[in-house]
């Protein structure tokens, strides 16, 4: 992504772009879902409140996370293939 300029037009639109890891699947630190706050995730773990106090998750391939990502919503990612 980054080589062909995804990560740029991504950090433009807003994108917080963070490495891989279990901060915020676990919201061990700053990296937590709002209360209140929906989250698209690829985490194998959806417990009450793991990414957040209040925090709600969906849970979903990398690929629908992809797509969520560009359109802001829940996405099928077949349409982007």
Known sequence: AKKEGITEVLKQ????????GCSAC?????????EGKYCVSTSNRNFEGRQGPGARTFLTSPLTAAAAAITG???DPRDFI
Do not use: C, H, S, Y
């Open 13 to 20: 639109a807003g994108f917080d772009l963070r490495q891989p």
């Open 26 to 34: 676990l919201a061990m630190n700053e990296d937590k879902v709002p």
């Open 73 to 75: 919503e829940i996405t």
